[in-house]
């Protein structure tokens, strides 16, 4: 569900740049004011796990369409709302900037439609509400379900409304909403109970990590993550390195719901001073557009499958540790900030 800037106009994308920056800056501010350091290793190595997941695209059966996670679900449960919210911008950030994935004009829209809404929707209002005052796995499954899918559902609506808004685009307003809403719903599905089993597993090793329903996380004074985060990386090394060669060749849900609608996966794009600008800076700060070396970017229509591609395996291992350091350092800045505050 990661737009492209030929979807929105530079109003648009604007307001979503400004919504955007505001609420990382709300929830960096919250962080600074209660934040436990020990969390911050383990937002990073989430960060990176979710960017190898997301690379990974499911096949929707049936539908000739396909789905990857969103992780702001995921996200949320083990970290609480405001640490879920940076890191998922994080991994957009990177995704943007160094493999072109997302337009940079539509960055902003695509950090709210993936991270507002089930950090701030469907973590407080649905999941946390199901599972207080219990911990079984199957109320844990039935919340995370049930918040993945209200997230991407409203993700999905958020896009249907952005485009029309920007009126750039001949994309039939209701034929585009009904067709972007139950391919979501399907994607939300699969996402929620992968969400449910990964922190099922993770209460296992660590309950307090999930069982702490706080905004703010604090980690139980005297234990120990290693084996958390140890899982972690290994998680994000396996899915990046190895099985993002058995992503689904299928268009994911919005590239589809444009390709029943005008035959291709992609809307003309009507050109302007401002995307224009941003295209070109995008186009020199790609390392590995498309997570492929720039040489193979150009790819034929009909690839195998798996596509066992080095260039892959380096876009999800490089990826993942640029969204590692990029966390790491937007964690030590808070921790900074917040003991110049302290002191003074």
């Known amino acids: 569900m990661h737009m492209a800037d030929a979807l929105l106009s530079p109003a648009v994308g604007g307001a979503l740049w400004a919504g955007t920056l505001a609420t990382i800056i709300y929830s960096a501010k919250k962080l600074k004011e209660k934040m436990d350091e020990k969390m911050i290793p383990l937002m990073g190595m989430l960060g990176a796990?979710?960017?190898?997941?997301?690379?990974?695209?499911?096949?929707?059966?049936?539908?000739?369409?396909?789905?990857?996670?969103g992780g702001g679900m995921l996200l949320a449960i083990l970290l609480g709302p405001f640490a879920a919210f940076l890191v998922i911008a994080s991994v957009l950030v990177v995704q943007a900037l160094f493999f072109a994935d997302g337009g940079l004009l539509a960055l902003g829209a695509n950090i709210w439609n993936l991270g507002v809404y089930p950090c701030f929707i469907g973590y407080p209002l649905i999941y946390?509400?199901?599972?207080?005052?219990?911990?079984?796995?199957?109320?844990?499954?039935?919340?995370?379900?049930?918040?993945?899918?209200?997230?991407?559902?409203?993700?999905?609506?958020?896009?249907?409304?952005?485009?029309?808004?920007?009126?750039?685009?001949?994309?039939?307003?209701?034929?585009?909403?009904?067709?972007m809403q139950p391919i979501h719903l399907a994607v939300g599905?699969?996402?929620?109970?992968?969400?449910?089993?990964?922190?099922?597993?993770?209460?296992?090793?660590?309950?307090?990590?999930?069982?702490?329903?706080?905004?703010?996380?604090?980690?139980?004074?005297?234990?120990?993550?290693?084996?958390?985060?140890?899982?972690?990386?290994?998680?994000?090394v396996i899915t990046g390195g190895a099985f993002s060669w058995f992503a689904s060749t299928h268009p994911d849900g919005l590239e589809w719901s444009?390709?029943?609608?005008?035959?291709?996966?992609?809307?003309?794009?009507?050109?302007?001073p401002v995307t224009e600008g941003l295209s070109k800076i995008q186009g020199k700060t790609a390392v590995l557009p498309d997570y492929s070396l720039p040489s193979k970017v150009e790819k034929e229509t009909n690839e195998a499958w798996p596509a066992v591609d080095p260039g892959t395996s380096l876009s999800g291992i490089v990826g993942g540790i640029m969204v590692?350091?990029?966390?790491?350092?937007?964690?030590?800045?808070?921790?900074?900030?917040?003991?110049?505050?302290?002191?003074?």
Do not use: C, W
């Open 324 to 344: 590692l350091a990029l966390i790491l350092i937007l964690g030590m800045g808070i921790k900074v900030m917040r003991t110049h505050r302290e002191k003074s």
């Open 189 to 236: 599905l699969v996402e929620g109970f992968i969400t449910a089993g990964i922190v099922v597993y993770v209460r296992s090793l660590r309950p307090d990590i999930v069982d702490d329903l706080e905004g703010v996380k604090t980690i139980s004074s005297g234990t120990s993550l290693k084996k958390v985060l140890a899982v972690m990386a290994l998680l994000a």
């Open 49 to 69: 796990f979710i960017f190898a997941g997301q690379m990974i695209n499911f096949t929707i059966p049936m539908t000739g369409s396909s789905g990857h996670i």
């Open 128 to 179: 946390r509400i199901i599972v207080r005052g219990s911990r079984s796995p199957k109320l844990i499954t039935v919340a995370s379900v049930l918040g993945a899918v209200v997230g991407l559902q409203l993700g999905a609506l958020s896009v249907v409304l952005e485009t029309k808004l920007s009126g750039i685009t001949e994309l039939p307003f209701n034929t585009f909403l009904m067709l």
């Open 258 to 272: 444009i390709e029943k609608i005008y035959g291709r996966p992609e809307v003309p794009e009507k050109a302007n």
